[in-house]
């Protein structure tokens, strides 16, 4: 899966709990992302990440930041988990432009 | 990013070729087709992606139509493990991967 790793892989938490999730990548991309797929809603970009220290939001970043201080890690914190959060999280990466996406295995996250 | 549109769901016999469509009628002059498969909860695959001459890789084919409002992507041996949901993603190649991902065609491969 193109040296890409997602921890936990799954996760249940209660609401109001901060929950970090990890991806770790092996290929030195620039890019990184983090997509949510929920049922009817195909995937959805959180945020991204172009560089060390450089982010930017998506179409969904209500309740959540991110933060890379490495090239190979990118953080996704839901600060206050919420019930409307519970779903299945994507981590990406790309070399830049022009070049495809490759995708981690995911992490099922329940917010209880 | 142009729009896609795809049919739901869709039906191939085991060994043959299955066609699945995409229309991206506002489709611009520098903006790739790109096709991606999830199988069942896995994250999704990169398949093929072109923007205007016709693609073939291992996994599959990319036919564009000349005026590039629609393309087919094409699996020329479909197996049971093909089985997946396909999308059909148009974006620009530029500034990363921003894309958004529709609900996509299910492919049922059957035996």
């Known amino acids: 899966d193109a040296g890409i790793t997602q921890s936990p892989r799954h996760k249940v938490t209660e609401t109001g709990t901060p929950v970090t999730l990890r991806c770790h990548q092996t290929?030195?991309?620039?890019?990184m992302y983090w997509y949510r797929q929920d049922p009817g809603h195909g995937l959805r970009l959180i945020h991204y990440?172009?560089?060390?220290?450089?982010?930017d939001k998506g179409e969904v970043s209500d309740g959540y930041s991110v933060s890379r201080s490495k090239t190979e890690d990118f953080l996704l914190t839901l600060e206050s988990a919420t019930s409307s959060q519970t779903s299945v999280y994507f981590c990406?990466?790309?070399?830049?432009?022009?070049?495809?996406?490759?995708f981690g295995q995911g992490t099922r996250l329940t917010v209880v | 990013d142009a729009k896609t549109t795809q049919p739901p769901s869709m039906d191939c016999a085991e060994g043959r070729a299955a066609n699945l469509p995409c229309n991206h009628s506002?489709?611009?002059?520098?903006?790739?087709v790109y096709w991606y498969r999830q199988i069942h909860s896995q994250g999704p695959q990169y398949i093929i992606h072109?923007?205007?001459n016709n693609e073939t890789n291992e996994m599959a084919s990319l036919i564009i139509t000349e005026d590039r409002k629609s393309s087919t992507l094409i699996l020329p041996h479909a197996t049971l493990r093909d089985t997946a949901v396909y999308y059909c993603?148009?974006?620009?190649?530029?500034?990363?991967?921003?894309?958004?991902f529709g609900a996509g065609t299910r492919l049922f491969v059957k035996a």
């Open positions: 990406a990466i790309s070399s830049g432009s022009g070049t495809e996406a490759f």
């Open positions: 072109g923007l205007k």
């Open positions: 993603i148009v974006r620009l190649n530029t500034g990363g991967f921003k894309t958004i």
């Open positions: 506002t489709i611009s002059g520098n903006e790739y």
């Open positions: 290929e030195n991309h620039r890019y």
């Open positions: 990440s172009y560089g060390v220290k450089d982010t």
